[in-house]
């Protein structure tokens, strides 16, 4: 199954990576040597993904109120274009949902976003009447061989949701982790143990407890993005 997803309104313009610092910054170097500090919307470490030099490709918005005009969308790595910009991520995901890809999620007449549950605050509520389905979804940047992995830095909100996840569950409902791997190059899913074995570990417990885990790929490119596939997931 493939859906088109997003379609970049104007074109990206080519750049080289200088560095990505303060979390939400990055220098970039255009091809007549301008330099330019842009947005980077991505709250991880880019761990694979944040070397100087690697080409990349930002946008351009045309909002005055914004003090960097221009965000990092993608940079390209030895198996292709990896999109770093996780605004983007729920739109995939709903786009996604919407078609379908995920029939263990079971049937669904609404998608509400931004839901806060408990002390959290999880990405979608997919409902039937007064089925609920609970979900939450991660951006995957970082690969090693052909495996998608996350987290790339060590993450105790991303534990916490694991366990608002399990909670809501324990309540009858259906709850679901959703990662999305914008990325070329990689045919399974896993945790990443050796970056933040916390994690890695309550995800495991979840999931045998009946929280679901699931993953899709997006092929990405400077026109557009992709959902290509599903990939399965090994804890």
């Not at 990662?179 to 899913?189: E, K, P």
Request: glycine share 6%; hydrophobic share 40%; with cysteine.
């Amino acid at each position: 199954m493939v859906i088109i997803i997003m379609l970049f309104k104007d074109p990206l313009k080519p750049a080289k990576l200088l560095r990505r610092y303060k979390r939400f910054l990055a220098d970039v170097e255009l091809p007549d040597t301008t330099q330019l500090t842009v947005h980077c919307p991505n709250t991880g470490s880019m761990l694979g993904c944040n070397e100087p030099g690697l080409p990349v490709m930002i946008s351009r918005s045309d909002n005055p109120k914004r003090k960097y005009p221009h965000t990092l969308e993608m940079v390209k790595v030895e198996t292709g274009w990896v999109g770093i910009n996780t605004s983007l991520t729920n739109k995939l995901v709903r786009e996604a949902l919407e078609n379908a890809l995920f029939p263990e999620l079971g049937q669904f007449d609404t998608i509400r976003p931004e839901v806060k549950t408990g002390n959290s605050r999880l990405d979608f509520l997919l409902s039937n009447g007064n089925k609920l389905t609970y979900l939450e979804v991660k951006n995957c940047t970082m690969a090693r061989a052909n495996i998608a992995l996350f987290p790339d830095a060590v993450t105790a909100r991303g534990t916490k949701h694991l366990e608002e996840l399990l909670r809501l569950h324990e309540k009858g409902h259906r709850a679901a982790l959703i990662f999305c791997i914008q990325m070329a190059g990689v045919t399974s899913f896993s945790p990443a143990a050796d970056i933040d074995p916390l994690y890695a570990e309550t995800l495991a417990g979840v999931v045998e407890q009946g929280v679901l885990a699931l993953a899709c790929r997006a092929e990405v490119t400077p026109k557009g993005i992709v959902v290509t596939e599903r990939l399965p997931v090994v804890i």
